[in-house]
């Protein structure tokens, strides 16, 4: 017996049904991002490794996938070399390009390779997929889909500003209620600073970033196990449990880091940020703790998360001065927002949040009775689909119990059934498969039906 196919761990298929979700995710996600001036480009599904090592921080290079080089790829070695060669010095010599991990670094590669095309500040967004060897749970994929935003060549915070807009806009369209969490990474410079461990500040953000993940005990053990003085450590606990208001916080930093002159300059981004965003539908909030652990970047750093639901980040990003400057072009500043669509989508299924026009496709199913019938019924689909209408014609003589289940089963809300008598009167027997009512009506009729739902 044939072994039941199957797809790898972490991935997943989708039905037309859940196509049509994630499709109103993505369509949503685009119009905001056309509103504020965004424009789209797609970069390739694998980079040349040189593109993308280095850039996530030594736990972000174990996620990268990486291909096999085609050919002889043991081409010039022994097979003692093979056998004696460890693991990852094996995979620079086998493997040459990668999986992206996401769309921001292949984003700087795209802006460093077409700078010449370009008119700064330049804004683009891509909805593409990218591949992470993770370990597969709820809300965790080995493929999943980021819908990128990102602003290169301007160091206004206005651009912070809109990307919070373009977050608070989006969840409004989805009826989602969320936390936007805003941080900055001049702040945690600052405060490893305050703790005299300034040296270590990137074994400090990996470690409060997993705070919601792992509780403040577990966070502390990996800070004591990274090296951090048990002095240090206390002297970070009243930052980690600071709470009040965005206001009262920004106070308390601004005593707390009068001395670091990076430190100030965060909580002062901070401040403008936050006094520009009154009038949100959503929830913001300045979370010391937020840390974001890739190592790129350098400013404001944003997280958003579900209110009504328990799940991991759902939106992510922030400002990456440095990032193009690894590949040949210093000084150019970027900032930019990541929506995880493949969360999202377990949070619309969840609170059930779609609208009933972006799941159902087919509007219309006219019935076949045959040639005659056919030919009448396929002007007028003609004419339906030319006033929008998405509807189709069952292609096969069939049994009208096994056309009218065809038409439960995809959930067409309307069937059009014409026979010798409607073909007389030149009419259809429109029939709502909600209510069960059927009527006779002209075809302007039915298209004016099924417009007004």
Known sequence: MAQKPSIPKGTRDFSPVEMAKRNYIFNTIKDVYALYGFQQIETPAMENLSTLMGKYGEEGDKLLFKILNSGDFLHGMTADEVANTSTLKLASKFCEKGLRYDLTVPFARYVVQHREELALPFKRYQIQPVWRADRPQKGRYREFYQCDADVVGSESLLNEVELM?????VFTRFGVRVCIKINNRKILTGIAEMIGQADKIVDITVAIDKLDKIGLDAVNEELANDGIPADAIEKLQPIIKLSGSNAEKLQTMKEVLKDSEIGIKGVEECEYILSKLNG??????????????????TGAIF?????????????????????TG?????????VGISFGADRIFDVLNQLDLYPKEAVNATQLLFVNFGEAETDF???????????????EIFPDLAKMKKQMSYANAKQIPFVAIVGESEMAECKVNLKNMTTGEQQMVTPEELIDIIVKG
């Open 165 to 169: 807009q373009i977050v608070d806009t």
């Open 303 to 323: 997280e958003v998360k579900a209110l009504d639901v328990q799940i991991g980040s759902i939106t992510g990003g922030g400002r990456y001065d440095n990032l």
């Open 326 to 334: 690894i590949f040949g072009m210093p000084g150019l500043s970027g």
């Open 280 to 297: 949100l539908n959503n929830e913001i909030e300045l979370d010391l703790t937020l840390a974001r652990g890739l190592n790129y970047y």
């Open 377 to 391: 019924c396929l002007p007028i689909l003609a004419k339906v689909r030319a006033a929008g209408i998405r509807a």
